[in-house]
């Protein structure tokens, strides 16, 4: 299995201010993702981070809200811009592995926004 | 209609219960089906996975997959107090296709 390391584990921000969440993959891997987790609901995907290119986004999300990195196959970067409290969320990092089959989590950012 | 609905409970049982956990999808391409485990405060961890039809067996876990009644469950023999987590369905048709979830059963195993 992949071990995903996600930091950081929570956050308190205040309106306006911007988020960047890390993930460390212990092993290189060809996809990986970020999800939106909120209570009550499935996890949405926001976007598939590719490697050396742009970001894949999903409806209603953006590049200007939610820039991603992705600088190599083992790491990537979800920043949440300009936050509002619906903001508030987990987020997850997520990565494809053994032979794209499988989906691995990372542990979770937990963002509230006052 | 949703592509996955799972029963969210919240499902509560007595510590050496049997539970069970279900879901029902819409889309009969999907072929790879997956059971997560979710503590509070903590991200989703693989706790099964099946390809197609049939069952997998690990340990007191048991995942049944009917894809002509479009159905997956997730049984817990014995059940534990340290099972008590939220349980995620997920699925998806091909590799290299989009992944769907449930909403997630939050169990608690009562000592």
């Known amino acids: 299995s992949a071990v995903i390391s996600q930091k950081p584990s929570r956050d308190i921000c205040q309106r306006g201010t911007s988020l960047t969440i890390q993930c460390q993959v212990d092993?290189?891997?060809?996809?990986m993702f970020w999800y939106r987790q909120q209570p009550g609901q499935s996890l949405t995907l926001i976007a598939t981070?590719?490697?050396?290119?742009?970001?894949?986004?999903e409806s209603g999300f953006v590049i200007d809200k939610f820039p991603i990195s992705r600088p190599n196959l083992t790491f990537s970067t979800l920043t949440v811009s300009n936050m509002s409290p619906e903001d508030s969320s987990i987020y997850l990092c997520?990565?494809?592995?053994?032979?794209?089959?499988?989906?691995?989590f990372g542990s979770g950012t937990q963002l509230s926004v006052l | 209609q949703k592509e996955v609905e799972q029963d969210p409970g919240p499902l509560s049982v007595p510590e050496g219960a049997i539970v069970s956990l279900n879901c029902t999808y819409s889309?009969?391409?999907?072929?790879?089906f997956m059971w997560y485990r979710q503590y509070s405060r903590k991200g989703p961890e693989l706790l099964m996975y099946?390809?197609?039809?049939g069952n997998k067996e690990d340990g007191r876990f048991t995942a049944q997959v009917d894809k002509s009644s479009k159905y997956i469950s997730l049984f817990i023999r014995d059940s534990q107090p340290s099972d008590s987590a939220t349980y995620l369905c997920?699925?998806?048709?091909?590799?290299?296709?989009?992944?769907?979830f449930g909403t997630g059963t939050s169990l608690t195993v009562i000592p």
């Open positions: 099946t390809y197609s039809s």
């Open positions: 981070a590719n490697q050396g290119s742009e970001a894949t986004y």
């Open positions: 997520s990565a494809e592995a053994q032979g794209g089959e499988k989906l691995f």
């Open positions: 092993s290189q891997v060809t996809m």
């Open positions: 889309n009969s391409a999907f072929q790879y």
């Open positions: 997920a699925m998806r048709g091909s590799k290299g296709n989009q992944f769907y």
